[in-house]
């Protein structure tokens, strides 16, 4: 019986929506694939919360590199540290009234280690987690992100996650889950970001 070593055919996934999971799913797929013997690079844009469960996880899985280009938080060492949790400031996220000139350069980093990643084509599945958020900032375009996505090797998968992923970019896309909120714990009740389970 011969062993499967790479993805026979790599195709272009789209998680969007309003509702809570988009980052998930994709660290849900990094794991599947890991747990083959595939090799996962995922390029989180714009965020730079040094404390997420999943950059520890990640260092402790073969094959799984994850690169964070963002913002860091003032107070992650003291969340790393568990000596307080995350308090849903955003200070480590791009907002409207930022100035946008240091996101634009996070921005910049993460779209040319992608374009390296893709020529390259060793990683079998790549993940540009939250890239919406440099195109919902105009840190990229459209046709910016739609380039990358013909970087994307023949059998590398490649997966797009944010809020509004636009319309050029979901018809380009093989596979599209949109995630609606119907309810959230932080809405309902006010309860904020929860460690181990939030981030």
């Keep these: ?14 998680y969007t929506g309003t509702g809570k999971g988009k980052t998930t799913a994709a660290l849900g797929l ?8 595939l090799t996962v690079e995922m390029v989180q844009y714009l965020k730079g ?22 913002k860091g938080c003032s107070f992650s060492s003291l969340i790393r540290q568990g000596l307080m949790e995350c308090t849903g400031c ?4 791009v907002g409207k009234g930022d100035e946008l000139e240091t996101h634009r350069k996070f921005a910049l980093w993460a779209y040319q280690y992608t374009e390296t990643v893709l020529n390259k084509g060793e990683a079998d ?14 840190l990229l375009t459209t046709e910016e992100v739609l380039a990358l996505i013909e ?8 997966v797009l996650t944010g809020r509004g992923i636009p319309e050029g970019i979901v018809k ?5 889950t949109e995630m609606n909120a119907v309810k959230h714990p932080y809405q309902e009740q006010g309860i904020k970001s929860r460690w181990g389970i939030e981030y």
Aim: proline fraction near 1%.
């Design 90 to 93: 955003g200070d480590c996220f």
């Design 151 to 158: 970087l994307k090797q023949e059998k590398t998968e490649l």
């Design 1 to 14: 019986m011969e062993i499967q070593s790479e993805l026979k055919q790599g195709l272009v996934q789209v």
């Design 49 to 70: 919360s040094s404390y997420t469960g999943e950059i520890f996880s990640t260092e402790k899985l073969p094959n799984f590199n994850l690169r964070q280009f963002g």
């Design 125 to 138: 599945l790549v993940i540009l987690d939250e890239i919406n958020n440099a195109l919902r900032y105009d």
């Design 30 to 37: 990094g794991l599947r694939a890991v747990g083959h013997g």
């Design 172 to 176: 380009r896309a093989d596979l599209v």
